[in-house]
């Protein structure tokens, strides 16, 4: 049986997918499109209140490694919430430059899948609360939950449930759960494959792609126990503002921090 979690406030955080210098955003993973400078953004979110950050780069396969560290230290100067830095991390030394350069965490995805102990390695290291293990998932028409890597480009053939399992075993102290189908589609996130994730581990599982309105955090949170949301489209085509959500989601008894203007 998985240990109970505790029931903390509900982070909102930032979620800002990098290719090259350019904040991009995409639908399923795919049809990119470019919105703008990224730390101008981060900026803008982090006075909005926003609990965390998260940068991923979506690129970083075609050049094996990351190449957030000049965003990430220009970000770090001036903003102060946790940021999560992911894409391309494929050694400790991966991990060890970008939390150098100012992330808090790292999350791996693609080089924990080709060696598990890799987050074994980056938990003993630097702690499991830097590993984060990003898991990209996608319902297969036999109902499996299959694991992608590459930008949901490449199928692993792996079980999602069963590799959260194995990855929080490995020492991975949070997960990052991206929905392949639900990614920038404004329909809601993915609460079937958040709630049976979450009821496997017992540590914080991050619902990221399908935002659309606030009525989708309670659902996820409600329904499916997430203890955080990453929202991307809605902040960066100014549909809503991170006080408008923190605000709606408040009102409807979901535990978030408060913030007075």
Same mark, same amino acid.
């Given at each position: 049986?998985?240990?109970?979690? &505790?029931?903390?406030?509900?982070?909102?955080?930032?979620?800002?997918?990098?290719?090259?210098?350019?904040?991009?955003?995409?639908?399923?993973?795919?049809?990119?499109? !470019?919105?703008?400078?990224?730390?101008?953004?981060?900026?803008?979110?982090?006075?909005?209140?926003? &609990?965390?950050?998260?940068?991923?780069?979506?690129? =970083?396969?075609?050049?094996?490694?990351?190449?957030?560290?000049?965003?990430?230290?220009?970000?770090?100067?001036?903003?102060?919430?946790?940021?999560?830095?992911?894409?391309?991390?494929?050694? !400790?030394? &991966?991990?060890?430059?970008?939390? @150098? =350069?100012?992330?808090?965490?790292?999350? !791996?995805?693609? $080089?924990?899948?080709?060696?598990?102990?890799?987050?074994?390695?980056?938990?003993?290291? @630097?702690?499991?609360?830097? %590993?984060?293990?990003?898991?990209?998932?996608?319902?297969?028409?036999?109902?499996?939950?299959?694991?992608? #890597?590459?930008?949901?480009?490449?199928?692993?053939? %792996?079980?999602?449930?069963?590799?959260?399992?194995?990855? #929080?075993?490995?020492?991975?102290?949070?997960?990052?759960?991206?929905?392949?189908?639900?990614?920038?589609?404004?329909?809601? @996130?993915?609460?079937?494959?958040?709630?049976?994730?979450?009821?496997?581990?017992?540590?914080?599982?991050? =619902?990221?792609?399908? @935002?659309?309105?606030?009525?989708?955090?309670? &659902?996820? !949170?409600?329904?499916?126990? $997430?203890?955080?949301?990453?929202?991307?489209?809605?902040?960066?085509?100014?549909? %809503?503002?991170?006080?408008?959500?923190?605000?709606?989601?408040?009102?409807?008894?979901?535990?978030?921090?408060?913030?007075?203007?």
């Amino acid at each position: 049986m998985v240990e109970q979690k &505790d029931r903390h406030n509900v982070r909102l955080i930032a979620r800002l997918d990098i290719k090259g210098p350019n904040l991009i955003k995409a639908i399923n993973l795919e049809g990119i499109r !470019v919105i703008g400078d990224p730390n101008e953004h981060a900026r803008r979110y982090y006075e909005q209140g926003a &609990d965390e950050l998260i940068y991923m780069d979506m690129v =970083a396969s075609l050049y094996g490694r990351n190449n957030l560290h000049d965003i990430v230290k220009a970000t770090s100067n001036n903003i102060f919430v946790p940021i999560t830095v992911g894409g391309g991390v494929r050694s !400790v030394d &991966d991990a060890e430059a970008l939390l @150098f =350069a100012g992330a808090d965490k790292v999350a !791996v995805n693609t $080089a924990a899948t080709q060696n598990p102990t890799l987050i074994t390695d980056i938990s003993r290291r @630097f702690g499991a609360q830097c %590993m984060v293990l990003s898991i990209e998932a996608k319902k297969m028409p036999d109902g499996q939950w299959r694991v992608y #890597v590459d930008c949901g480009r490449e199928d692993t053939g %792996m079980d999602a449930i069963a590799w959260a399992k194995q990855g #929080v075993a490995n020492g991975a102290g949070e997960i990052l759960l991206t929905s392949i189908d639900h990614e920038g589609t404004r329909k809601g @996130f993915d609460t079937e494959l958040t709630k049976l994730i979450a009821a496997e581990v017992p540590v914080p599982v991050i =619902a990221s792609g399908g @935002f659309g309105k606030t009525q989708d955090i309670v &659902d996820v !949170v409600s329904n499916a126990d $997430a203890d955080g949301v990453a929202i991307a489209d809605a902040l960066h085509y100014g549909r %809503m503002t991170l006080p408008e959500i923190r605000n709606e989601a408040i009102q409807q008894n979901i535990p978030m921090r408060s913030i007075i203007a």
